[in-house]
């Protein structure tokens, strides 16, 4: 059964690199910075604000992924102005930010010394796949407790896809497209609904003299759950495929990330990966009482992976 979603991982891959591409996007004024950073009240929530703006316009326009130069500056400008007001601000412990986190948007840029990433010139094709992700693809950071306390001990990534019904669901954004060809239905033989692909981190968490706090991640397991309405398929989701990372983290499965700014509803993280600068915008809805169970899809689950390195001692995901 597991080769049936072997299309399903290729169409990850695709979104994943289609929407690194830039798009034609129209200019929108931005909100007036001196407007905004004239008063002394309250400087770091005028800073959010117009932070959120940027990140929310520049998404709508580029995608999660921004990779246009104009765009990427214009969004680190942004960032690196509420990083500054907020220095003086009570640090918030790690574990203000246990719970479920949005990508709201990314940049990856070289570092000073090294040259640009070429990109490949704007056309519609590539604005209609990155409207698509918007719509389509979701990116989940899950900061979890597996111990019943305050201490951060585990970090999934939850990678979730909705598959579109048609071709012109995806290429929305190219002119005059027949309608012939808009309506025509993407193959879907097994009816997917819904499918998610969780990467499992051990987690720790210490302090930094560059930030607010430094996490270290382990990646120790991934999983593949998927929902459905054919016969073959739990119209719930269910887990079809996870495997145990014994061995990778010893060469590819660590990673590390800075946290510079945390409140209640938005979070920046910075991590380098060799000569590229990374920065994410990480949002989510304000805080409920975690490990209570509820009707929002994105809950504190049981275990995931238990210790062992065979397929059998997966535990069901709960995703």
Same mark, same amino acid.
């Given at each position: 059964m597991r080769f049936y979603f072997a299309p399903l991982l290729i169409a990850y891959a695709t979104l994943a690199v289609s929407a690194f591409q830039p798009l034609t996007t129209t200019t929108k004024t931005p909100l007036a910075r001196t407007s905004l950073f004239s008063s002394s009240v309250d400087l770091t929530v005028?800073?959010?604000?117009?932070?959120?703006?940027?990140?929310?316009?520049?998404?709508?326009?580029?995608g999660v992924f921004i990779v246009d130069p104009k765009a990427q500056d214009e969004l680190q400008k942004a960032v690196q102005e509420l990083e500054q007001q907020s220095q003086t601000m009570k640090s918030p412990g790690p574990e203000?930010?246990?719970?479920?986190?949005?990508?709201?948007?990314?940049?990856?840029t070289p570092?000073?010394?090294f040259?640009?990433?070429?990109?490949? %010139?704007?056309? %519609? @094709?590539?604005?209609?796949?990155?409207q698509a992700s918007n719509?389509?693809?979701?990116?989940? +950071?899950? @900061?979890?407790?597996?111990?019943?306390?305050?201490? !951060?001990?585990?970090?999934?990534?939850?990678?979730?896809?909705?598959p579109p019904d048609q071709i012109g669901n995806v290429l929305s954004a190219i002119p005059n497209l027949p309608e012939a060809i808009a309506k025509l239905k993407l193959p879907n033989p097994l009816q997917v609904?819904?499918?998610?692909?969780?990467?499992?981190?051990?987690? +720790?968490?210490?302090?930094?003299?560059?930030?607010?706090?430094?996490?270290?991640l382990t990646l120790t397991s991934v999983v593949l759950n998927v929902a459905g309405t054919s016969a073959m398929l739990d119209p719930q989701g269910a887990d079809v495929w996870g495997v145990n990372?014994? /061995?990778?983290?010893d060469v590819l499965g660590r990673d590390t990330f800075e946290t510079?700014?945390?409140?209640?509803?938005?979070? @920046?993280?910075?991590?380098?990966?060799?000569?590229?600068?990374?920065?994410?915008?990480? !949002?989510?809805?304000? %805080?409920?009482?975690? /490990?209570?169970?509820?009707?929002?899809?994105?809950?504190? !689950?049981?275990?995931? !992976?238990?210790? /062992?390195?065979?397929?059998?001692?997966?535990?069901?995901?709960?995703y």
């Amino acid at each position: 059964m597991r080769f049936y979603f072997a299309p399903l991982l290729i169409a990850y891959a695709t979104l994943a690199v289609s929407a690194f591409q830039p798009l034609t996007t129209t200019t929108k004024t931005p909100l007036a910075r001196t407007s905004l950073f004239s008063s002394s009240v309250d400087l770091t929530v005028s800073a959010k604000t117009y932070l959120l703006d940027v990140a929310e316009r520049l998404k709508s326009q580029n995608g999660v992924f921004i990779v246009d130069p104009k765009a990427q500056d214009e969004l680190q400008k942004a960032v690196q102005e509420l990083e500054q007001q907020s220095q003086t601000m009570k640090s918030p412990g790690p574990e203000a930010y246990l719970g479920d986190w949005t990508l709201l948007c990314t940049v990856a840029t070289p570092k000073s010394n090294f040259p640009p990433i070429p990109i490949l %010139p704007n056309n %519609p @094709i590539r604005e209609s796949i990155a409207q698509a992700s918007n719509q389509y693809v979701k990116v989940v +950071q899950r @900061i979890r407790s597996d111990n019943n306390s305050q201490t !951060v001990n585990r970090v999934d990534h939850v990678i979730e896809y909705q598959p579109p019904d048609q071709i012109g669901n995806v290429l929305s954004a190219i002119p005059n497209l027949p309608e012939a060809i808009a309506k025509l239905k993407l193959p879907n033989p097994l009816q997917v609904s819904k499918s998610k692909v969780v990467l499992c981190h051990q987690a +720790q968490v210490s302090p930094s003299d560059s930030s607010l706090f430094t996490t270290k991640l382990t990646l120790t397991s991934v999983v593949l759950n998927v929902a459905g309405t054919s016969a073959m398929l739990d119209p719930q989701g269910a887990d079809v495929w996870g495997v145990n990372l014994p /061995g990778v983290q010893d060469v590819l499965g660590r990673d590390t990330f800075e946290t510079t700014y945390l409140d209640d509803t938005l979070r @920046i993280s910075r991590t380098q990966a060799g000569f590229i600068d990374q920065l994410r915008l990480f !949002v989510r809805d304000p %805080p409920t009482v975690f /490990g209570e169970k509820e009707d929002d899809e994105y809950v504190v !689950v049981s275990e995931l !992976v238990d210790e /062992g390195d065979a397929d059998e001692d997966l535990a069901p995901s709960d995703y």
